[in-house]
Nanobody
């Protein structure tokens, strides 16, 4: 079992930056590949980014590529999502998730691939 707790969300203006953190506990973080998803009101859960357990491979959705960066520090049991040039359409609850799997981006975009989820942190971007 692994527990995930997100933090770092808040209310910002368009163009600002935020860094989300996902603190893990339980089994060692190095056992899992990690993903970030988001869900806006009235919409389904959307893939944002994923990172292999070594940190050596990453995937991004087209909507955030070039603006967001996923990273991890296995020694500190943390996964991060650096979000730059935020837009109002980035407004959502952001969730981190853990999985023992790794595959193509098409595979890792699927929420069903992830075994464990955090409770989420809200990001609101005003125009």
């Amino acid at each position: 079992q692994v527990q995930l707790v997100e933090s770092g969300g808040g209310l910002v203006q368009a163009g600002d930056s935020l860094r989300l953190s996902c603190k893990t506990s339980g089994r060692t973080l190095g056992s899992y590949s990690m993903g970030w998803f988001r869900q806006a009101p009235g919409k389904g859960r959307e893939f944002v980014a994923a990172i292999f357990w070594t940190g050596g491979s990453t995937y991004y959705s087209e909507s955030v590529k070039g603006r967001f960066t996923i990273s991890r520090d296995n020694g500190k049991n943390n996964v991060y999502l650096q979000m730059n040039s935020l837009k109002p359409e980035d407004t959502a609850a952001y969730y981190c998730a853990a999985t023992v799997r790794w595959g193509t981006i098409a595979t890792m975009m699927g929420a069903n691939e992830y075994n464990y989820w955090g409770q989420g942190t809200q990001v609101t971007v005003s125009s």
